[in-house]
């Protein structure tokens, strides 16, 4: 009786040590996830290091997100070549950065979203910098500011920005046309608001009678008229007559990408100070308009 005792309280003695052995192993791991606690709740951890502008150094490339029917700013020249002031600009601005300029033609309606989804690394293409496109992403400083106009067939009753009241306008969609009308007090008065895939279009619409008016940006409405030798069968309002008020353009790239915005705005504050920014502005506009 006694050695069976004996037998049962070695018996219950080693289960006492096997379960301290347990309640230690995982008293520790409680203390391990306290711990991690306490340094998720103590000294905040260092950011991730913006690795953007290393990751354009080692592709060697930066693929620029564009309308490739936006002249000036980008188009297709008679032999199918993109040409234009911002694709001088960033095949320049590549070449001081030290990789290579592939533009990738968008839906412009969707550019902000083949931005934020990697499709591209950059929008350089008259983009327009906007309280409501400052929220998606980021923008280098203005290099050029435009505005909004009014365009209308030369035979056309509207003299004002006013008697646009009851009208059909077009526009491009995606643009910041849109919001420039709908935000003016003569937005609420317009009949109608169509959308095109280009400025030209909406031009080719009003020459056939199916719009009353066109609003565009100045730098793209006024080439457009004066490559087709068209000046004849446009007007543009002037700023008196009415307009739709300036905008800033910039290079957009995503809210995150810290490192390489740095890098564009100090190549493009390079391009302005030596001269060159100028140089391409007045191969395409016969006068320096740069910022």
Known sequence: MRKKSIIMLLLVAALAMLLAGCGGSQGDTANQAAEQQTNQEGEPAAETEDQSW???????????????????????????????VDIDLAKEAAKRLGVEAVFQPVIWDAVLMNLKNGDIDLIWNALGITP??????????????????????????????????????GLQLGSTAEPAVTNDPIGAE?????????????????????????VTNEMNGRFLITQENSADKFYILTEEEGYFGEEPYGVGVRLEDKAFLAELNRVLNEMKADGTAAEISKKWFGENIIK
């Open 54 to 84: 290393e990751k354009i150094k080692e592709k060697g490339k930066m693929v620029v997100g564009l309308d490739d029917n936006y002249p000036p700013a980008g188009f297709r020249d008679e032999n199918g070549e993109l040409v234009g």
């Open 132 to 169: 409501e496109r400052e929220k998606e992403i980021a923008f280098t400083d203005p290099y050029m500011i435009d505005t909004n106009i009014i365009v209308v067939n030369a035979d056309s009753p509207i003299k004002s920005k006013a008697d646009l009241a009851g009208k059909v306008i």
């Open 190 to 214: 317009i009949k109608e608001i169509k959308k095109f895939e280009s400025p030209t279009q909406a031009l080719l619409d009003m020459q056939a009678g199916r719009i009353d008016a066109v």
